[in-house]
């Protein structure tokens, strides 16, 4: 291939934080060239290339691009939909795949650069890793602008808790799911040829589905165990659907990399967590009156709001014991039906409320959650060498946190050396049409 123009950019900011959890830098500047941070360091301190384009981000502050490891950008959508239940009937699977385009580039337009994209099953009853893989290549081709991102296949039982998010009087496809150890295998192998970037699986039961308690036991040890084994084989990585400490410490032995979240726990399964310094993603956007809200609005059953509802306390608790404990915690909001997409940087608000700094709170969404998708070498950080995946917002999210969350303070969104939301005045650019354009509700 020809190799690209030499691009040189620099990026000032009244403040930088790199994402390690050190001091913040004052007027800082980064030199990036080729896509990649060059240099950081102080204005006036450094030597910057003549030549190079310069963005003068004055009372902004510059950080990583932001993570959401766990989120289902094909999930059905309620931006256009009245009744998601109908949706998930109405919208055929290339439909779907143009609404999870959409969804990821709200997300980018919201300083989200890189995503951990998990399936969502299509209403022909199969799971759309085929379409998530190609939209994938399509943004690393730049035939799209998106996100980076992750893609992910489901390897669980019939009957687990991914499979009954599909309504009930749906017809599967035959090899959605699969029982016993070596069929679990095929079906990672199978969910890996197609060319996903890790195994989503599952311990136990969940919230978001209807008649179905949280605590039932998903998969035996040993198809758990044959899940893990399969993806590590070829190289990938598992996230595994956990509520229960049984879930916890089964997925733990199986080995899955990610402990996704966690609602109740124990003793035992912290005390494994911590040893075996397994990052958990807790997802409590997904259980907040925020997303209970939505989920009224969009004709999902009183059964499941109350059950969101009454997990309430209980998820606060439980993330309280694991930042005590030294749990590691990588950001995920698990934003399908709810809460709104783009909204997922009000899952850092909750984590402040309940005890972290916003200093921890942003490494959840930056260093830790770009380790704990085995990107840490590449991207999660401010550091020479890495990926120039790189946000400017308006005011310091140190003093508020909630900054992150408003859409006109997210200034300047740069991935890999290229600006694709620049909401200077007079600089107007963005990835998706502005609201004024507009969609319908159906
Ligand atoms: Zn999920």
């Known amino acids: 291939m020809e190799k690209r123009l030499e691009r040189t950019t620099v990026l000032k900011g009244s403040r930088l934080i790199d994402g390690l959890g050190g001091d913040v830098l004052k007027n800082a500047v980064v030199f990036i060239e080729e896509g990649r941070i060059k240099e950081i360091g102080m204005e006036g301190r450094i030597t910057l290339p003549a030549g190079a384009e310069v963005i003068d981000m004055a009372d902004c502050t510059l950080l990583p691009g932001l993570l959401d490891i766990h989120l289902h950008c094909s999930a059905h959508n309620v931006l256009t939909f009245k009744n998601y239940r109908i949706s998930q009937l109405e919208v055929t699977p290339p439909l779907q795949m143009l609404y999870t385009l959409l969804h990821q580039q709200i997300m980018l337009e919201m300083g989200f650069t890189t995503l951990r994209d998990h399936p969502w099953p299509n209403a022909y009853g199969g799971h759309n ?6 939209l994938r290549d399509a943004v690393e081709a730049g035939i799209f602008a998106g996100p980076r991102l992750v893609v992910g296949g489901y390897a669980t039982m019939t009957g687990s808790h991914l499979d009954l998010i599909v309504p009930r009087g749906c017809r599967r496809e035959p090899d959605a799911t699969a029982d016993g150890p070596w069929e679990l295998r095929k079906l990672v192998r199978r969910q890996l040829r197609v060319g996903v970037d890790f195994i989503k699986t599952c311990a136990s039961g969940g919230g978001g589905t209807d008649k179905e308690a949280p605590d039932v036991r998903n998969m ?3 198809e758990l165990d044959a899940v893990v084994d399969e993806a590590h084989a070829l190289d990938k990585h598992c996230a595994c659907h956990c509520f229960t400490p049984t879930a916890q410490k089964m997925a733990i032995r199986a080995g899955a990399d990610t402990i996704d979240h966690c609602v109740f726990t124990d003793d035992e399964a912290i005390d494994m967590l911590v040893s075996e310094k397994k990052f958990i993603v807790p997802t409590l956007l997904h259980r907040s009156d925020r997303a209970i809200e939505v989920r009224k609005r969009v004709g999902t059953s009183d059964f499941t709001l109350n059950k969101m509802k009454m997990l309430q306390p209980t998820t606060k608790e439980t993330f309280q014991r694991f930042i005590k404990a030294g749990v590691r915690i990588a950001m995920g909001t698990d934003t399908q039906i709810d809460a709104e997409m783009g909204a997922n940087a009000h899952e850092l608000e909750i984590y402040v409320n309940y005890g972290m700094t916003p200093m921890e709170a942003i490494q959840t969404a930056t260093k830790n959650a770009a380790e704990a998708i085995w990107l840490g070498r590449e991207t999660g950080t401010l550091e020479p060498g890495k990926f120039a995946d790189i946000i400017a917002v308006k005011g310091d999210p140190l003093s508020d946190i909630r900054i992150l969350q408003e859409k006109e303070k997210i200034m300047i969104v740069m991935k890999e050396g ?16 502005d609201e004024a354009w507009g969609w319908k509700r159906m």
Request: net charge positive; proline share 4%; glycine share 4%.
């Open 220 to 222: 035996t040890q040993e």
């Open 418 to 433: 290229k600006v694709f939301v620049d909401r200077r005045p007079g600089h107007k650019k963005l990835v998706i049409h």
């Open 129 to 134: 890793s085929v379409e998530l893989v190609a």
